[in-house]
């Protein structure tokens, strides 16, 4: 009787050794199955923030270029100004010939600007002023009460670089 005993208890012993085993297994299986899952989310976040990193890199780069323009067509618009100033000089002289070559140059040099993104801002004596659009140089007694709050003159033209504007238009407006 002492075997069969024995024997049972061996039994009983293999049987909640290989339960415990079993239980070890499933906790060994459970405990990879997060692991896989915690670096599978790992995975995912570090692949998110690079893609992230690499379209603020783009757009930063895109920035940099507009600005770097910006800075040259700020420095050009002056330029500009002159040779407007300097064709309605020469509109009143009488050499017509130096007048059409001028013009011929400010038009080559505007459209090189234009082609990279400049565009001038349109702006009539009359409209009514707005300190969003327009840049008050000074104001005068109007000659008109309809002139009143209205842009007068026109001093330096604005313009635009893509959406941004780079210069507002100076103006004289009625008071």
Known sequence: MGKKKDSKEEKELKDKESVQQETNEISVEEQLK?????????????????????????????????????????????????????????????????????????????????????SHIEVKNGETFDVELHEAITQIPAPTEALKGKIIDVIEQGYKLGDKVIRYPRVVVGQ
Do not use: H
Not at 42 to 63: D, G, M, P, Q, V
Not at 74 to 99: H, N, Q, V, Y
């Open 34 to 118: 997060v692991e896989v899952v915690q670096e599978k989310d790992k995975f995912l976040r570090l692949f998110a923030e690079f893609e992230n990193y690499k379209k603020r890199t783009s757009k930063e780069r895109i920035e940099l270029f507009r600005t770097a323009n910006e800075e040259l067509m700020t420095a050009l618009l002056p330029i500009l100004d002159d040779f407007d100033r300097g064709l309605s000089e020469m509109k009143k002289a009488d050499d017509k010939e130096l007048l059409k070559g001028m013009e011929l140059i400010k038009n080559k040099f505007y459209n090189s600007l234009t082609q990279k993104g400049l």
